[in-house]
Protein backbone atom coordinates (compact mmCIF):
# COMPACT_ATOMS: atom_id res chain seq x y z
CA UNK A 1 0.00 0.00 0.00
CA UNK A 2 1.27 3.25 -1.28
CA UNK A 3 0.73 6.31 1.25
CA UNK A 4 1.04 10.04 0.18
CA UNK A 5 1.85 12.56 2.18
CA UNK A 6 1.32 16.30 1.72
CA UNK A 7 2.26 19.28 3.49
CA UNK A 8 3.11 23.05 2.18
CA UNK A 9 0.30 24.66 0.98
CA UNK A 10 -1.62 27.80 2.37
CA UNK A 11 -2.06 30.96 1.15
CA UNK A 12 -0.45 33.38 -0.73
CA UNK A 13 -0.17 36.90 -2.13
CA UNK A 14 -0.16 37.11 -6.35
CA UNK A 15 3.55 36.72 -7.62
CA UNK A 16 4.73 35.01 -4.41
CA UNK A 17 6.35 31.05 -4.36
CA UNK A 18 4.95 28.23 -2.24
CA UNK A 19 6.57 24.77 -2.54
CA UNK A 20 4.61 21.81 -1.95
CA UNK A 21 6.03 18.28 -0.53
CA UNK A 22 4.81 14.91 -1.01
CA UNK A 23 6.52 12.14 0.83
CA UNK A 24 6.13 8.60 -0.56
CA UNK A 25 5.86 5.31 1.53
CA UNK A 26 5.31 1.67 0.98
CA UNK A 27 6.38 0.85 -2.59
CA UNK A 28 9.67 -0.99 -4.10
CA UNK A 29 8.76 -0.30 -7.78
CA UNK A 30 11.89 1.31 -9.39
CA UNK A 31 9.42 2.06 -11.88
CA UNK A 32 7.15 4.88 -11.20
CA UNK A 33 5.34 7.81 -11.93
CA UNK A 34 4.78 10.87 -9.67
CA UNK A 35 3.28 14.04 -9.52
CA UNK A 36 0.75 17.06 -8.49
CA UNK A 37 -2.79 17.33 -10.09
CA UNK A 38 -5.26 20.20 -8.99
CA UNK A 39 -9.04 20.81 -8.36
CA UNK A 40 -9.90 24.40 -8.22
CA UNK A 41 -13.70 24.84 -6.77
CA UNK A 42 -16.01 23.63 -9.25
CA UNK A 43 -13.79 22.49 -11.99
CA UNK A 44 -12.62 18.93 -12.74
CA UNK A 45 -9.24 17.21 -11.32
CA UNK A 46 -6.30 17.94 -13.85
CA UNK A 47 -2.73 17.25 -14.10
CA UNK A 48 -0.36 20.05 -13.30
CA UNK A 49 3.20 18.77 -13.09
CA UNK A 50 4.22 14.75 -13.04
CA UNK A 51 7.39 12.96 -14.38
CA UNK A 52 7.96 9.39 -15.27
CA UNK A 53 11.32 7.00 -14.38
CA UNK A 54 10.69 4.97 -16.99
CA UNK A 55 12.70 4.88 -20.57
CA UNK A 56 15.14 7.51 -18.80
CA UNK A 57 12.48 10.04 -17.59
CA UNK A 58 10.03 12.28 -18.56
CA UNK A 59 8.70 15.30 -17.07
CA UNK A 60 5.13 16.97 -18.51
CA UNK A 61 4.04 20.42 -17.25
CA UNK A 62 -0.01 21.61 -17.87
CA UNK A 63 0.83 24.71 -20.26
CA UNK A 64 -0.39 27.26 -17.71
CA UNK A 65 2.25 26.58 -14.95
CA UNK A 66 5.04 26.32 -18.22
CA UNK A 67 8.00 28.61 -16.78
CA UNK A 68 6.74 28.94 -12.98
CA UNK A 69 6.56 25.56 -11.39
CA UNK A 70 8.97 22.67 -11.31
CA UNK A 71 9.10 19.24 -10.22
CA UNK A 72 11.26 17.64 -8.61
CA UNK A 73 12.43 15.07 -6.10
CA UNK A 74 14.68 13.56 -3.77
CA UNK A 75 15.62 9.65 -4.31
CA UNK A 76 16.93 9.34 -0.67
CA UNK A 77 13.83 10.57 1.22
CA UNK A 78 11.67 9.56 -1.58
CA UNK A 79 10.20 13.32 -1.47
CA UNK A 80 8.29 14.70 -4.59
CA UNK A 81 8.31 18.25 -4.75
CA UNK A 82 6.34 21.58 -6.55
CA UNK A 83 7.93 24.60 -6.68
CA UNK A 84 5.16 26.90 -7.48
CA UNK A 85 6.68 30.94 -8.19
CA UNK A 86 4.71 33.70 -9.57
CA UNK A 87 1.80 32.25 -8.02
CA UNK A 88 -1.45 34.00 -9.63
CA UNK A 89 -5.03 33.54 -8.14
CA UNK A 90 -6.19 31.18 -10.77
CA UNK A 91 -3.68 28.73 -9.38
CA UNK A 92 -5.93 28.51 -6.30
CA UNK A 93 -7.03 24.78 -5.68
CA UNK A 94 -6.65 21.55 -3.93
CA UNK A 95 -3.47 19.72 -4.92
CA UNK A 96 -2.94 16.42 -5.09
CA UNK A 97 0.21 14.28 -5.00
CA UNK A 98 -0.22 11.01 -7.32
CA UNK A 99 1.58 8.31 -7.74
CA UNK A 100 1.03 5.23 -10.79
CA UNK A 101 2.92 2.43 -11.51
CA UNK A 102 4.59 2.78 -14.48
CA UNK A 103 6.78 0.26 -16.63
CA UNK A 104 6.99 1.36 -20.01
CA UNK A 105 6.55 4.33 -21.96
CA UNK A 106 3.05 3.82 -23.07
CA UNK A 107 2.31 4.12 -19.12
CA UNK A 108 1.52 7.97 -18.32
CA UNK A 109 0.22 10.34 -15.44
CA UNK A 110 -1.96 12.35 -17.18
CA UNK A 111 -5.33 11.76 -16.05
CA UNK A 112 -7.18 10.97 -12.88
CA UNK A 113 -7.85 7.62 -14.11
CA UNK A 114 -4.43 7.10 -14.44
CA UNK A 115 -3.63 7.28 -10.75
CA UNK A 116 -3.28 4.12 -8.29
CA UNK A 117 -2.89 6.37 -4.81
CA UNK A 118 -3.77 9.86 -4.04
CA UNK A 119 -2.60 12.17 -1.02
CA UNK A 120 -4.98 13.58 0.66
CA UNK A 121 -4.43 17.00 -0.75
CA UNK A 122 -3.41 20.31 0.69
CA UNK A 123 -4.99 24.13 -0.03
CA UNK A 124 -3.42 26.45 -2.06
CA UNK A 125 -4.91 30.08 -1.92
CA UNK A 126 -3.47 32.96 -4.08
CA UNK A 127 -4.52 36.47 -3.25
CA UNK A 128 -4.75 39.15 -5.42
Known amino acids: QVQLVESGGGSVQARGPLRLSCAAS????????MGWFRQAPGKERVGVAT?????????YYTDSVKGRFTISQDKAQNTVYLQMNSLKPEDTAIYYC????????????????????WGQGTQVTVSS
Open 51 to 59: FSTVGGSST
Open 98 to 117: AFRRCYSSRDTLSTPDDVNY
Open 26 to 33: GYAVRSRC
